[in-house]
């Protein structure tokens, strides 16, 4: 996605934008696609995996918990991975990144 908007990117920046409005462009668009994902991938995910455990005698259940704590490190990685991304685009001469048409 950065290197797709790097001329985006290199517009922002002439036009004054720091690099924390920069990530936070990045960063919001990231975090509506996982919890999007999540939304539609969570419900699927604890049905066939609370089927799956019913077989078993020592049975461990699946509590919001759980979920919670998947989305968050989805989420983190995520984050992490765009910042790192975004960062890179962001620090680039505005310039050459315009320029290369």
Excluded: C, H
Aim: net charge positive; no cysteine; glycine share 6%.
């Amino acid at each position: 996605m950065a290197l797709q908007k790097t001329k985006e990117i290199g517009v922002r920046k002439v036009l004054g934008a720091t690099l924390a409005q920069i990530l936070g462009l990045f960063g919001k668009e990231i975090v509506v696609l996982v919890v999007v994902a999540f939304l539609i991938a969570a419900p699927l995910g604890w049905y066939l995996m609370d089927a799956w455990l019913k077989d078993y005698t020592y049975r461990i259940p699946i509590g919001f918990g759980t979920m919670l704590i998947a989305v968050l490190l989805t989420l983190s990685v995520a984050i992490l991975t765009s910042s790192y991304e975004s960062i890179k685009a962001a620090l680039v001469n505005p310039a050459k990144s315009l320029k290369s048409e």
